[in-house]
């Protein structure tokens, strides 16, 4: 028997968010592209969540996420709605809270009943109302039956960073740094497990998908914080625990979290349990992590508490000097080594 | 039975780049989208290549593609050289012949062999390099087996028109103006239509698309035309028909095109035939129109015959104060009006 992707094949675990995509992606798509570009902007092979490029006296963030979620419609959301808020959250992680616009492409299976891209649609125009922004560019493409599985999106998303300040990226951590959430942990992916499965996990509204536009609390989180803010990354594909790995490996530092001060609904805590997956590798599509100096993070948890969609934020951790790479869990009994998912755990969750 | 495009379901028709995509893209995707935008741009609404932002001083433009061919690897290219140069290609016809960079959107199915995605690859980076751009950002997505037929991109592009000029739109012709062709017509689509179907028609050399960036061949004629240069547009799928139609339409003009003059390949004549296509219909992929002003006509034809991917360029027409939005043909014996397809005679052509 070969071992696991020694095939020559693709796996689903390539498009999961963990290990086997990032390896994927640094050996092929991100082959020899540069780090840093011309200028000191932000290149592909930073594999951070999106570009960045020097335009005149600004920084021009260049984003783009694809959306395969399946069903696509779920409790709390759609695939609309999912492809705007990619997109716009990609931008608001690398501090590009001034959204320009989004493109968005549709490829479409023959036969797909009109009424659901009706509702897709009304569902990007709120979304975007939500972002404060639009759509400036699209295509459709259609393909023939049994070719594609319904609906598929892609969009990207260009903006700016505000005038004065600097792309906020994900490698930049230190020892003593704070981790702050910004709500609750696994809301999308059980929301959308619990309608694939028709799981019954509670009334409904408990078992709802985050999925929401980042740009404004990423704004009150940046105003209230400034430089102190030095990371941020939102936790989809993979969950908190592949973002955290991703941005303890790439800063060398240890993340220590602390599992009681991880938020967590009650219903996506008996979601999980009854399918055996941990929340920390779950997906997110409306929350964010962000890595602050110590002094600042009191004053950046108040702006987020603030915010509708940072009440539930949490200081869930710090950074060590030790254990580089690695994310720790503190128990409150003892702690241990968090795994990254890598397996094929929650195919097209977004 | 109900008329076709009345039982709300989407049809191939609706991806072909015709009448029926185009009541679908401004009845749904783009409808109630504003034509301009704050500050003089080009949004969504005008549904022109892409749209065009101020940014300090100059215009940024932003466009997006999908691309869904099938198969992935034809005469003369595959869907990576596809994703890049339809991008690229879209942004030059808005006049931005400086592409700051491209986003690529990756979706595979599960068991798909590495070894296409790694030619797929390799052909990206060439094709990127051809166009001095580079892939900025990216995403990869995995759907299981049977979700999704092997591999579709979507790309997306930002780019800046030339300091002091303004973006090229499609709906400024005026009577007089002459339409030129950068080349022969109908090579991308046939040289897919024959690996589809496994036509002979003459050597493969004959038979081969078109698929090339053309930044740098706008740029020259551009640079030789200047604001003589009053539209552009690349006859993708729905062909010249459907982009000049498209063009005579938005512009109140008719467009009388000699057919003498069409520059067409013997190979791609003779496919056209055996298959019952008209080559005016068929897809192109590294192909311009240009829509000039009479007195500089001369000169950008020139440019375009300097340039390799002119050397076939030709004068095919000329606007009309009447039959706006009509494309009519003289055939030498006569003329006859030409009309756009608005089948499923090529699906997943791009």
Redesign the interface.
């Known amino acids: 028997m070969s071992r696991r992707g020694d095939d020559?094949?693709?796996?689903?675990?390539?498009?999961?968010g963990g290990p086997a995509?990032r390896a994927?992606?640094s050996s092929?798509?991100?082959?020899?592209?540069p780090r840093e570009?011309p200028g000191g902007g932000i290149?592909?092979g930073a594999l951070d969540d999106?570009?960045a490029?020097r335009?005149?006296d600004r920084w021009?963030v260049?984003?783009?996420?694809?959306?395969?979620v399946?069903p696509p419609f779920f409790p709390g959301g759609d695939i609309g709605r999912l492809a705007v808020c990619g997109a716009v959250n990609d931008l608001a992680m690398m501090g590009a809270t001034e959204v320009?616009?989004l493109?968005?492409?549709?490829?479409?299976?023959?036969?797909?009943?009109?009424?659901q891209?009706?509702r897709i649609?009304a569902s990007i125009?709120a979304a975007c109302r939500e972002a404060e922004t639009?759509?400036?560019?699209?295509?459709?493409?259609?393909?023939?039956r049994?070719?594609?599985?319904g609906v598929?999106l892609?969009s990207?998303a260009?903006g700016f960073v505000r005038k004065g300040r600097a792309p906020v990226r994900d490698c930049t951590l230190r020892p003593g740094d704070e981790i702050l959430v910004s709500g609750t942990v696994g809301d999308h992916g059980m929301a959308v497990m619990a309608r694939r499965h028709e799981l019954a996990c509670g009334p409904e509204e408990e078992l709802r998908s985050d999925v929401a536009p980042l740009n404004g609390l990423v704004e009150a989180a940046l105003a209230a914080g400034g430089e102190s803010v030095v990371a941020m990354k939102d936790p989809t594909r993979g969950g908190v625990a592949s973002a955290l790995a991703e941005m303890a490996t790439k800063s060398g530092v240890g993340i220590l979290l602390e599992e009681e001060q991880l938020p967590v609904r009650p219903a996506v805590r008996a979601a999980c349990e009854l399918l055996g997956v941990d929340p920390l590798q779950v997906a997110n599509e409306g929350k964010a992590l962000f890595g602050v100096r110590p002094e600042q993070s009191d004053a950046v948890l108040a702006a987020l508490h603030a915010h509708t969609l940072g009440k539930h934020a949490r200081r869930i951790g710090r950074c060590l000097a030790e254990h580089a790479g690695s994310l720790i869990l503190d128990t409150g009994f003892g702690r241990r080594l968090v795994q990254e998912a890598d397996g094929e755990l929650l195919?097209?969750i977004c």
């Open positions: 020559g094949r693709i796996a689903l675990r390539h498009g999961a995509m994927l992606v092929l798509f991100a082959r020899g592209a570009l290149g592909l999106g570009a490029l335009v005149g021009l260049f984003t783009t996420d694809g959306h395969v399946d320009l616009g493109s968005l492409c549709v490829m479409l299976e023959e036969g797909h009943p009109r009424e891209i009706e649609q125009e639009r759509v400036l560019c699209g295509d459709t493409k259609v393909l023939g049994g070719d594609l599985d598929v892609s990207a260009i195919p097209r």
